[in-house]
């Protein structure tokens, strides 16, 4: 595994989202509600991996397996949830930009913390910048442990949410050991 890279914000990500929203809306357009740019790369001035985050929304679980199909014979290969639940991984390697893509049924916990995270960040600058230094020195502690990077970031990310009202009943779901959803 190549080692855990946290960079300054790049204000080109966007655009990178946009490029390669454009080359997938088209194979679901018919099936989901949207495409969101989530992560660290969607909040600006955030530090982030330079790896886009993106997750194709469907209105429930019954939509999730016609984006499988459809989005197959573009390459885009289905993963299963990889531990989290409510979410869909497909495989991206070797692909640029570089990106991750999901998929996520709109009542899904794992949707809802993205979300919310994402809107936080983006309108609480200051933590913005305390959460990219926290990730900076994870990935400089922990560059070849993603367990243990993604585990330094939860105590605060669960700070964050708490904040931002996200239901009691979900935290307890990430406390409980779902912690990938953060």
Not at 38 to 64: F, N, Q, R, Y
Not at 99 to 127: C, F, I, K, T
Not at 162 to 179: M, W
């Amino acid at each position: 595994m190549p080692p855990i890279l946290v960079v300054d914000y790049d204000p080109g990500w966007p655009e990178s989202f946009a490029q390669l929203r454009a080359a997938i809306w088209p194979l679901v357009r018919d099936v989901a509600l949207s495409i969101e740019h989530v992560g660290s790369t969607s909040v600006p001035g955030l530090a982030a991996k330079p790896i886009i985050d993106m997750t194709i929304v469907v209105s429930s679980g019954a939509e999730v397996g016609a984006v499988i199909e459809r989005l197959a014979p573009a390459g885009y290969l289905h993963q299963g949830n990889l531990g989290i639940e409510g979410r869909e991984a497909f495989d991206t390697s070797g692909r640029e930009p570089r990106h991750h893509l999901y998929a996520a049924a709109q009542p899904s916990v794992a949707l809802a913390n993205h979300l919310m995270v994402r809107s936080y960040l983006r309108q609480h600058p200051e933590m913005a910048h305390r959460y990219g230094v926290l990730k900076k020195q994870l990935a400089r502690e922990f560059a070849h442990d993603i367990d243990r990077y993604v585990d330094g970031k939860t105590s605060l990310i669960l700070e964050m949410l708490r904040d931002a009202g996200f239901p009691a009943a979900h935290l307890a779901t990430i406390e409980r050991g779902n912690r990938k959803t953060v």
